[in-house]
T-cell receptor
Framework: KQEVTQIPAALSVPEGENLVLNCSFT??????LQWFRQDPGKGLTSLLL???SQREQTSGRLNASLDKSSGRSTLYIAASQPGDSATYLC????????????WGLGTSLAVNP | EAEVAQSPRYKITEKSQAVAFWCDPI?????LYWYRQILGQGPELLVQ????????DSQLPKDRFSAERLKGVDSTLKIQPAELGDSAMYLC??????????????FGEGSRLTVL
């Protein structure tokens, strides 16, 4: 059974710092992994999607990597800004017939001015 | 930019009342999902549609919850009767779900339900 863990649960950093959020999963048979951002009381915004055949994806100041063999993904945020403050969730879509999306509990990020 | 539309954004109701949420996915998206998210937790899948057919409703409390997507486009999620424990954010998402499908999910803004 796939389990997804995100560490740390909460993170507070000063503005301008580069930071890494971690997502680990127990079953490497995945179709893709997706990172989302959620602002308080809002829906989820898709940030980056990494297919199982890919190693990384980049969008602006965000870079997500995927290492299936070790069951890990990282979301790197460069030059953090107060507007990056939100909860970041990762979700893993199973491969084959088990196309279920399994979610982590998220990392709550606070970027302090 | 295409987006998933949901309404209402906020709903306050008393327990035992009926509640309904509506979702209009991105045009052309065959797969539609209803999720429930309790504060501080990850989303929990309630029901997944492929076109008008339910493909997964294993976590849907069928004694009080129902969902339909009659024409394979927009969808309605209903709760009757509402209970205090139903207070949560109800999220709708869609994905392309056709031959060329990255599996990427797109979410609406959600419907926040408070049951008093």
């Amino acid at each position: 059974k796939q389990e997804v863990t995100q560490i740390p649960a909460a993170l507070s950093v000063p503005e301008g710092e580069n930071l890494v959020l971690n997502c680990s999963f127990t079953d490497s048979a995945i179709y893709n992994l997706q990172w989302f951002r959620q602002d308080p009381g809002k829906g989820l915004t898709s940030l980056l999607l990494i297919q199982s055949s890919q190693r990384e994806q980049t969008s602006g100041r965000l870079n997500a990597s995927l290492d299936k063999s070790s069951g890990r993904s990282t979301l790197y945020i460069a030059a953090s800004q107060p507007g990056d403050s939100a909860t970041y969730l990762c979700a893993v879509l199973g491969a084959g017939n088990n196309r279920k999306l399994i979610w982590g509990l998220g990392t709550s990020l606070a970027v302090n001015p | 930019e295409a987006e998933v539309a949901q309404s209402p954004r906020y709903k306050i109701t008393e327990k035992s009342q009926a509640v309904a949420f509506w979702c209009d996915p991105i045009s052309g998206h065959a797969t539609l999902y209803w999720y429930r998210q309790i504060l501080g937790q990850g989303p929990e899948l309630l029901v997944q549609f492929q076109d008008e057919s339910v493909v997964d409703d294993s976590q849907l409390p069928k004694d009080r919850f129902s969902a339909e997507r009659l024409k394979g486009v927009d969808s309605t999620l209903k709760i009757q009767p509402a209970e205090l424990g139903d207070s949560a954010m109800y999220l709708c998402a869609s994905s392309h779900g056709r031959t060329v499908n990255t599996g990427e999910l797109f979410f609406g803004e959600g419907s926040r339900l408070t049951v008093l």
